[in-house]
């Protein structure tokens, strides 16, 4: 049982969908977003920025113990209910029972979201980072929050920034998956075997399964954003048209990102 | 003119400008607890969440109105928490980067006061010198990091700590030119503090809707214990700074020392 639910009413903790850039992490927000009773939208950094604000000062109220004022479990319900009180109104429109939160790439604290939200569920997308990077270059990868340029072509950094995620994610799932609340879910799965993959995704949610396509307002809506330019994404049924498009790239390129990322591509399971 | 005497009160102010003995001085009063939070820090939260103002209303149906509510409820939550542990009905946060956060403050809390503490630079510079240890010490400021032989080191510092100084005065007129945000800014001389505490805390209260309590002279606060305010540390630089170090300060600060009246008009660079 949700220890907050008394405090939270009807609130449910969200279903987080994470992986790095180009990994189907807008693909599936916009899947779930589908669903009878999940609702996405777009990217809000500010989010991801509270929860490390509440980790920092979970922290300090740690250390200081016996502090007067404030106690780390009324910081993190003032947290909670910031946060509830910023996504309530989406809920309520829609009438749906629980968000999904998805973030791109760069640093994030999912064991921070884990402790927020102890109901959580988590989604890590992969995807093979031959195919990531391809996609980066393909699609003018703008990533502002590695300081990239905008249409910067750059092999080896499109490649480091996915070693740089995975490396986030190695280290942090763990301590999700020891508590269930972790699902690993191939790019490759959920475009090649797209009903296998709903079927898994609804056990894991603990809902019907959600449907193997993206509306096109849904497409929209999740790469909407204040900060970064995403590239459109489809609307119709999911497509395999995009998995193994790395074979497009130059004999040189391919060794090039294999090498960068050879550790945690075999980790993976990318061979 | 602040009228509710239950919003919480901010004070601000560059560092060693007087903001930990007005906080205490304000924690001294029977109704006034002054707690420390991390006030500066969900502030800017506010104003990331802000700024994706047009997503959020299209995409979450969420107003500005709202988003200001929950972050200011969030800061509450810290404020009154902290309040309630010292069985008093209203909080003052004094911590000197306040001041950089003022106009979102302001923004938050429409009724609460924002006390800017205002000292002459060239104590404050004093003050902050003595504070920082020796000059012997590398010191970084802004990405510079100042060098030399130890006198050399002195004066880097005091010119970074007079510019400091001069970039946080600018706050004075962008409150004042902001209606909304004037009508509950409370600008107060660290000098007059010092040299008139009665007088300037019987002001300064009945400005933030509260009663002055004599009773509370002398101050006698949880959290710094007894605070005498020092005459001495009114003109201290008049000892504290040779010649080099008054000619740095004056370089960076001479013409906002002017224009705050920390300075006669005839007197020469």
Known sequence: ?271 | MVARSTSPIFVGGVPCSGVALLGAMLDAHPGIVCVSSPLQSLAALWTCADRSGPLLETAYALRCQDVRNAFSNLILSFLEAAGRARGKSRVAEATASNLLVFPQLGALFPGSPLIHVIRDARDVVASRLERCGPAGEEFEHNGSVCEGSTPARSTCRARAFARQWVDAMAVCPMMLADPALSCNYVPLRYEDLVRAPQATLASLFASIGERFDSAAIPFRSAVAGDITPRHDSVGRWRQDLDQDLLGAVMDEAHRTLLELGYLPHEEPV
């Open chain 1, 1 to 271: 049982m949700n220890p907050h639910d008394e405090e939270d009413g009807e609130w449910r903790d969200p279903v987080i969908v994470w992986g790095a850039p180009r990994s189907g992490v807008h693909l599936l927000a916009a899947v779930l977003d589908a669903h009878p009773a999940l609702v996405s939208g777009p990217e809000l950094s500010f989010v991801s920025m509270m929860v490390s604000r509440w980790r920092g000062i979970d922290r300090i109220l740690d250390q200081r113990r016996a502090g007067k004022g404030v106690s780390r479990a009324q910081a993190r319900s003032a947290f909670r209910a910031a946060l509830r009180e910023l996504l309530t109104p989406l809920l309520a429109r829609t009438g749906k029972r629980c968000f999904v939160y998805h973030w791109v790439g760069g640093h994030v604290e999912l064991d921070a979201f884990g402790e927020l939200f102890p109901e959580a569920r988590f989604i890590i997308l992969l995807r093979d980072p031959r195919d990531v990077v391809r996609s980066l270059l393909h699609c003018k990868w703008r990533c502002s929050r590695a300081g990239r340029a905008s249409g910067e072509h750059d092999l080896g950094a499109a490649a480091g920034l996915w070693v740089d995620s995975m490396k986030t994610a190695l280290d942090l799932a763990p301590g999700l998956e020891r508590r269930n609340r972790l699902m690993w879910l191939r790019y490759e799965d959920l475009c090649t075997r797209s009903n296998e993959a709903m079927l898994r995704l609804g056990a894991f949610l603990g809902e019907v399964p959600p449907e193997p396509a993206v509306a096109p307002g849904a497409a929209a809506l999740v790469t909407m954003s204040m900060e970064q330019a995403y590239p459109p994404l489809r609307s119709g049924a999911i497509g395999a048209g995009q998995v193994g498009v790395w074979r497009r790239l130059r004999a040189e390129d391919i060794a090039t990102v294999e090498g960068i990322t050879a550790s945690q591509r075999t980790r993976l399971g990318y061979y």
